[in-house]
């Protein structure tokens, strides 16, 4: 797809809020690499899965687990 023809070099991290060039898209965000691999990385019962979680509420996601199972579709 070449929806983001016009767009600067990078996008912003819906995480940490930095400019990246690679990571997951998922509804239309960016999550980076190092934010995915601390996700994927997180415990459930670790505080920072809650915040992760309330990061991704925007996203209306079910859990992290769909994170997690999010497969990096680049090479
Ligand atoms: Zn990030």
């Not at 934010?35 to 505080?47: E, L, M, P, S, Y």
Request: with cysteine; net charge positive.
């Amino acid at each position: 797809m070449a929806m983001h023809a016009h767009s600067p070099a990078g996008e912003k991290c819906m995480i940490c809020g930095e400019i990246k060039l690679t990571g997951i898209h998922i509804c239309n965000q960016l999550i980076c690499d190092s934010c995915h691999n601390q996700i994927v990385k997180t415990d459930v019962g670790d505080w920072k899965y809650q915040y992760y979680m309330k990061k991704l509420s925007k996203l209306k996601l079910k859990s992290v687990d769909d994170i997690k199972e999010h497969k990096h579709s680049t090479k």
